[in-house]
T-cell receptor, first 112, second 111 residues
Framework: NAGVTQTPKFQVLKTGQSMTLQCAQD?????MYWYRQDPGMGLRLIYY???????DKGEVPNGYNVSRLNKREFSLRLESAAPSQTSVYFC???????????FGDGTRLSIL | GENVEQHPSTLSVQEGDSAVIKCTYS??????FPWYKQELGKRPQLIID?????GEKKDQRIAVTLNKTAKHFSLHITETQPEDSAVYFC??????????FGTGTRLKVLA
């Protein structure tokens, strides 16, 4: 039982490159989330998926896209990376109003 | 919109003393309140949670209290130890599909 698994753990990109961050959960959560956390800061919601087949913008969606591939998987894509997107990205699964979120270990992304 | 205010932003206590972190939420439909601990370089991990039909919950040295009328909930850590040093986040959930997080409290336990 792995919980929430994120890949990759670390990545360095050049400005303008694209990449997809992968997230998979085996906890049967209906809802999944992507956050970014900048140094010394709190968690900011990028996008979330309330259930399979739906996605919604969070607090800071600009420059990102998401895909809820199935109940288990929720990916985050940077189409044209910018230095301002350097951050730690956390994926989480949860059942809002009833259970806590479970977070992955994070992806540390640096954009040069 | 939904909002959770968390205070203080930093808290230093002597080892063995108690620490209290307070949160206030805005969405009256919130009915579930988890607390997370995040150590440096690690993911946030749940330490305790409380549901709206309960006023207080305790787990060893950690307790959470909830006042639904005032929309306040608090984390209490007794007999603090150096390993309690971390960033603590409160959250509120239930009104929407989102979890609304506080801005975090950096707790330092001084040996």
């Amino acid at each position: 039982n792995a919980g929430v698994t994120q890949t990759p753990k670390f990545q360095v990109l050049k400005t303008g490159q694209s990449m997809t961050l992968q997230c998979a959960q085996d906890m049967n959560h209906n809802s999944m989330y992507w956050y970014r956390q900048d140094p010394g800061m709190g968690l900011r919601l990028i996008y979330y998926s309330a259930s399979e087949g739906t996605t919604d913008k969070g607090e800071v969606p600009n420059g990102y896209n998401v895909s809820r591939l199935n109940k288990r998987e929720f990916s985050l894509r940077l189409e044209s990376a910018a230095p301002s997107q350097t951050s730690v990205y956390f994926c989480a699964g949860g059942t809002p109003g009833n259970q806590p979120q479970h977070f992955g270990d994070g992806t540390r992304l640096s954009i040069l | 919109g939904e909002n959770v205010e968390q205070h203080p932003s930093t808290l230093s206590v002597q080892e063995g003393d108690s620490a209290v972190i307070k949160c206030t939420y805005s969405d009256s439909a919130s009915n579930y309140f988890p607390w997370y601990k995040q150590e440096l370089g690690k993911r946030p991990q749940l330490i305790i949670d409380i549901r709206s039909n309960v006023g207080e919950k305790k787990d060893q040295r950690i307790a959470v209290t909830l006042n639904k009328t005032a929309k306040h909930f608090s984390l209490h850590i007794t007999e603090t130890q150096p390993e309690d040093s971390a960033v603590y986040f409160c959250a509120a959930s239930g009104g929407t599909y989102k979890y609304i997080f506080g801005t975090g409290t950096r707790l330092k336990v001084l040996a």
